[in-house]
Nanobody, 124 residues
Framework: QVQLVESGGGLVQAGGSLRLSCAASGRTFNSYAMGWFRQAPGKEREFVAAITSSSTISTYNANSVKGRFTISRDNAKNTMYLQMNDLKPEDTAVYYC????????????????WGQGTQVTVSS
């Protein structure tokens, strides 16, 4: 099991950019596929993006973030990133990073390790 801590959230105006980071503890970070999820008030947790352990494959929620967000990871630093550009008020949510050994999954129930979340607020 890997321990995860998100950072980089904050308040930004619509059209702005933000980069989230997810720092992992332990020595097994490169064994996991990683993902980002988000949850807005009154809504279900939503899949945002995922990336395989060696960064060979990445997937996105095409209905909401594809073309604006980019997922990446640096295994040497035990860190995953989410670069968010052209932010919209609809992106306002708590963002969570997560880890899984079930490669290719976008289901939250397949992710066994979760961070505590970081708040992203986009103003109009």
């Amino acid at each position: 099991q890997v321990q995860l801590v998100e950072s980089g959230g904050g308040l930004v105006q619509a059209g702005g950019s933000l980069r989230l980071s997810c720092a992992a503890s332990g020595r097994t970070f490169n064994s996991y596929a990683m993902g980002w999820f988000r949850q807005a008030p009154g809504k279900e947790r939503e899949f945002v993006a995922a990336i395989t352990s060696s960064s060979t494959i990445s997937t996105y929620n095409a209905n909401s973030v594809k073309g604006r967000f980019t997922i990446s990871r640096d295994n040497a630093k035990n860190t995953m990133y989410l670069q968010m550009n052209d932010l919209k008020p609809e992106d306002t949510a708590v963002y969570y990073c997560a880890a899984t050994l079930k490669f290719g999954s976008s289901r939250s129930t397949d992710f066994g390790s979760w961070g505590q979340g970081t708040q992203v607020t986009v103003s109009s």
